[in-house]
């Protein structure tokens, strides 16, 4: 009777830890089962009433399973009464603002609630700043504020030529991802509360293509030799499909527009200046220009062509030898401007300009030099340099 005594304290002691254990998996358990000696086992076969104890310990263990998946169960069902809406706003707003623009038009179709969180413009300042910040500037921004204007001085303007927003979007757009719903009257109704100054409009309407806006185009007409190192003033569209833009620059002249199709994004800058192209850009760094320093020059063919903006940099006088001790180019009313992309012959490769009372200057065989502006950006001097020809231009 002792010696049974001490077997049933022993196996009690034995099997404690495993009493106080919250139920596993059905695997974890037969995992810590087979880890078991099997000496163990077969000791604890031997005797029926270790094996009906053990049968009452897994039964036990089953049924705190199965309570804890009914419980789940009554979660889940719980769970299923709530919607997005129920989560805290400060969570609400998170999820949104790591939406990318699609799932925020979808999300905006889901009701009322949902569409004046979606159309926000803290959101789509956002998306407008990441997918378009490089390439829209002010210039473009006061185009925007001019159209939406218009729209809005005409009142519902369903006699314009582009009826509105609204009208807009319930074209046949190039999106796979926007859905609109369209009623008898061709009038969309998801987005019937959009404004048309809002940052969504402006930034569906840019998708789109069907809104034109100003930039500026590195090396044009596909990096025609006449234009290598230059950047010019254009009207862009963007193509979804493609991601790619369409370009329309001003006549020249008698030269009828020309339009340029496939640009990539590399080759699109915002104007750094607000000087339409056809004005005289007022230089205000004539004073701070050393030799080595970067500058963009304007340059036209003539006087009915529009500005460009040509690269080059600022070099030494014929009588410096370009020995930094003893340089005093920087105090001379002549700056030497090179452009080092042509030849040492090319007669575009050197021109001078004068400080004092700078304007236009030039003639209709060399054309005509226009106003300076220093390019003190890294990554302006960085994007000119990636552009450079791979030959020598004459």
Known sequence: MLLYFITCISFFLFLKPLLFLKPLLSWACELRLISLSLKSISDLLRNHFWLDFLCEIHATMSLGKETTLTKKVENVEDTQNMSVLDLPELVLECILERLPPASLCQMAGVCRSMRERCVSDHLWERHMKQKWGRVIGPVAFREWKWHVASKRSIGSARHGKQRSFMRLVSLPWPFS?????????NSIKQYSSLPVDSAMAWYLALESGNFLFPAQVYNRENGL???MLSCYDAELSYDLHSDTFQARYPPHGRRAVSIEHAIP???????PVDT??????????????HPGDHIEI????????????WYGVVGHLESCDGNENYCRCQ?????????????????????????KDHREEGNEADGFYGG?????????????KNLWPSEVLD
């Open 177 to 185: 991802w926007m859905r609109v719903k369209v009623d008898t009257n």
């Open 225 to 227: 030799v006449g234009f």
């Open 265 to 271: 994004w590399e080759r699109l800058r915002a104007p």
């Open 276 to 289: 339409p192209p056809h004005d005289l850009h007022i230089s205000d760094c004539l004073n701070d220009l």
């Open 298 to 309: 304007q340059w036209r063919r003539n006087k009915e062509f529009p500005y460009g903006w």
């Open 331 to 355: 105090i001379s009313d002549t700056v030497v401007l090179e452009f080092n992309q042509y030849t040492p012959d090319s007669r575009w490769r050197r021109t001078t300009i004068s400080k």
């Open 372 to 384: 300076i502006r220093k390019i003190k950006n890294a990554n302006e001097i960085s994007i000119w």
